[in-house]
Nanobody, 121 residues
Framework: QVQLVESGGGLVQPGGSLRLSCAAS????????MGWYRQAPGKQRELVAR???????NYADSVKGRFSISRDNAEKTVYLQMNSLKPEDTAVYSC???????????????WGQGTQVTVSS
């Protein structure tokens, strides 16, 4: 069984920073993409950032220059450093990972439970 456990959400004032972490554990053979999505009330879920096992990164236009994604392959952990936070960044942030539990099988997506990020004065 594969689990993704997130931490680091909370309440922060506009202009502040938060760092999210997401650790994958369980019967994992290998991990390819890891990343973060977010969903605000009344809005569709959107990709925030993703990073593959080689370190190639994609960001949503709305967070470029403010957010930074990184990963520790040995620890199977992905991080999201969020700086210059704005009220419109308020959302539930969920991490995901593409995982193989058995060699040479298909990749499956696993998700964390979600963590609330609220940016408000």
């Amino acid at each position: 069984q594969v689990q993704l456990v997130e931490s680091g959400g909370g309440l922060v004032q506009p202009g502040g920073s938060l760092r999210l972490s997401c650790a994958a554990s369980g019967a994992i053979f290998s991990v390819s993409d890891m990343g973060w999505y977010r969903q605000a009330p009344g809005k569709q879920r959107e990709l925030v950032a993703r990073i593959n096992s080689s370190g190639s990164i994609n960001y949503a236009d709305s967070v470029k220059g403010r957010f930074s994604i990184s990963r520790d392959n040995a620890e199977k952990t992905v991080y999201l450093q969020m700086n210059s936070l704005k009220p419109e960044d308020t959302a539930v942030y969920s991490c995901y990972a593409k995982v193989r539990v058995v060699p040479l099988t298909t990749w499956s997506d696993y998700w964390g439970q979600g963590t609330q990020v609220t940016v408000s004065s």
